[in-house]
């Protein structure tokens, strides 16, 4: 069974940039989160999608990122304009539906530098 | 709102040493504790989880963390560490009841196993 992967793996753009980063999870599992870990500091919730609809977005930072998760499949996680302080690596993960599924699998991240 | 604090950042230990990781938490709620590791280069895996139960849980390369309520600590442990055991690690908790599992992380601890 494929894991959780993410594209790309790597990003450097200039600030003011337009960048999308995109999340394919393991097939079949409704629930999806993304965070994001700013150097030095812990890895912080963004938001939780189940299938399609936005579960909880309280984690994102402000306007200027946008999620979406048409079809409930794949997600993309779009940052415009981006800010220097935007860098960090990116992750998500995913989790089978059910109320015995507390276990979230994780991608290897896509790491951000806004120059 | 919960919290995972990780005092040490950084743990450097000799092969075969014992090794103990450090993790508090503090949430006016009930909490799943999870533990989680990053080898270099790839993404978050889990190690470990506390649910309910003996609260003492083991993973499988030797582990363990004992849940403290009283104390509400995680510690991580194990009695003899290999070199293949360096690696970032992470704590972290979701709340038992609703916020649709979402994780709350400390800030890491960093795992260097010397000759």
């Known amino acids: 069974e494929a894991g959780v992967t993410q594209f790309p793996s790597h990003s450097v753009i200039e600030k003011g940039q337009t960048v999308t980063l995109r999340c394919d999870p393991i097939?079949?599992?409704?629930?999806l989160y993304w965070y994001r870990r700013v150097m030095g500091k812990e890895i912080k919730f963004l938001l939780h999608?189940?299938?399609?609809?936005?579960?909880?977005e309280s984690g994102m930072p402000n306007n200027r990122f946008l999620a979406e998760r048409t079809g409930g499949t794949y997600s993309t996680l779009k940052v415009q304009p981006a800010e220097l302080e935007d860098s960090g690596v990116y992750f998500c993960?995913?989790?089978?539906?059910?109320?015995?599924?507390?276990?979230?699998?994780f991608g290897p991240g896509t790491r951000l530098t806004v120059l | 709102a919960q919290s995972v604090t990780q005092l040490d950042s950084q743990v450097p230990v000799f092969e075969e040493a014992p090794v103990e990781l450090r993790c508090n938490y503090s949430?006016?709620?009930?909490?799943?504790l999870f533990w989680y590791v990053q080898y270099p280069n790839q993404g978050l895996q889990l190690l470990l989880k506390?649910?309910?139960?003996?609260?003492l849980v083991e993973s499988i390369n030797g582990f363990e963390a004992e849940f403290n309520k009283s104390q509400t600590s995680f510690h991580l442990r194990k009695p003899s560490v290999h070199i293949s055991d360096t690696a970032e690690y992470f704590c972290?908790?979701?709340?038992?009841?609703?916020?649709?599992?979402?994780?709350?992380f400390g800030t890491g601890t960093q795992l260097k196993v010397e000759l």
């Open positions: 999608f189940v299938k399609e609809s936005k579960q909880d």
């Open positions: 949430s006016s709620v009930s909490v799943y």
């Open positions: 993960a995913s989790r089978p539906r059910g109320w015995n599924t507390d276990t979230q699998y």
């Open positions: 097939s079949g599992h409704d629930n």
């Open positions: 506390y649910l309910s139960g003996s609260t």
């Open positions: 972290a908790v979701s709340v038992r009841a609703g916020g649709g599992n979402k994780l709350t």
